[in-house]
């Protein structure tokens, strides 16, 4: 028997009533308030939250509160990430941030989707796809990566951008949808 966890992580339709997801999201939402009510001379008090919130966070990482998660416990943050303030991670699939990468403040990486199908939205399920992004990437203010896109290495995604497909890596993606900028 599959559980509605192993479902939603697979990108297949699931419900998000589920008690065991529930429970996790709770956990999620306790770990974050008392994370966002933190100031960044906290370093004692903001590592062992993050620490219990992520899959993984690598050294010399900086999360700016406030932070926003849907589950936590799929996001893997590398070393020397920084994410600004009010970024929003819905991690109903696994997210992955490489090393070194730099997130603007209210950038948004969004694992969480819904189905295409009126009647599956309808019965309330809901499903996702995860998001990478690679090494040494710089993700503009405001920017939305959406469910199902990999930023590959040294890529640069535009302030504000809604980036709905893959980026190649060293690419510069702006706009809405993002469209690739022609190399210099």
Same mark, same amino acid.
């Given at each position: 028997m599959t559980s509605e966890?192993?479902?939603m992580l697979a990108g297949e339709p699931y419900r998000p009533g589920d008690a065991e997801l529930v429970a996790i999201r709770a956990k999620a939402?306790?770990? *974050?308030?008392a994370y966002n009510g933190t100031t960044v001379s906290d370093r004692d008090l903001r590592a062992p939250?993050? /620490?219990? *919130?992520?899959a993984g966070i690598g050294p010399d990482t900086d #999360?700016?509160?406030?932070?926003y998660v849907d589950y936590g416990c799929h996001i893997t943050l590398g070393r020397n990430v920084f994410l600004n303030y009010g970024c929003v991670l819905l991690d109903v699939c696994d997210i992955t941030v490489g090393d070194g990468t730099q997130i603007g403040p209210m950038a948004q990486l969004l694992a969480a989707d819904? $189905?295409?199908? $009126?009647?599956? /939205?309808?019965?309330?399920?809901?499903?996702g796809k995860? =998001?990478? #992004? &690679?090494?040494? =990437?710089?993700?503009?203010a405001g920017a939305l990566i959406? $469910? &199902?896109v990999t930023v590959g290495d040294d890529a640069i995604v535009g302030a504000g951008a809604v980036v709905t497909r893959d980026v190649p890596a &060293?690419?510069? =993606?702006v706009g809405n949808p993002a469209r690739l900028l022609p190399l210099p």
């Amino acid at each position: 028997m599959t559980s509605e966890r192993q479902k939603m992580l697979a990108g297949e339709p699931y419900r998000p009533g589920d008690a065991e997801l529930v429970a996790i999201r709770a956990k999620a939402q306790r770990l *974050m308030r008392a994370y966002n009510g933190t100031t960044v001379s906290d370093r004692d008090l903001r590592a062992p939250l993050l /620490r219990e *919130m992520l899959a993984g966070i690598g050294p010399d990482t900086d #999360v700016r509160a406030p932070f926003y998660v849907d589950y936590g416990c799929h996001i893997t943050l590398g070393r020397n990430v920084f994410l600004n303030y009010g970024c929003v991670l819905l991690d109903v699939c696994d997210i992955t941030v490489g090393d070194g990468t730099q997130i603007g403040p209210m950038a948004q990486l969004l694992a969480a989707d819904h $189905p295409r199908d $009126p009647a599956l /939205r309808a019965a309330g399920l809901e499903t996702g796809k995860p =998001v990478h #992004v &690679g090494r040494n =990437v710089w993700i503009g203010a405001g920017a939305l990566i959406l $469910p &199902g896109v990999t930023v590959g290495d040294d890529a640069i995604v535009g302030a504000g951008a809604v980036v709905t497909r893959d980026v190649p890596a &060293g690419a510069t =993606v702006v706009g809405n949808p993002a469209r690739l900028l022609p190399l210099p």
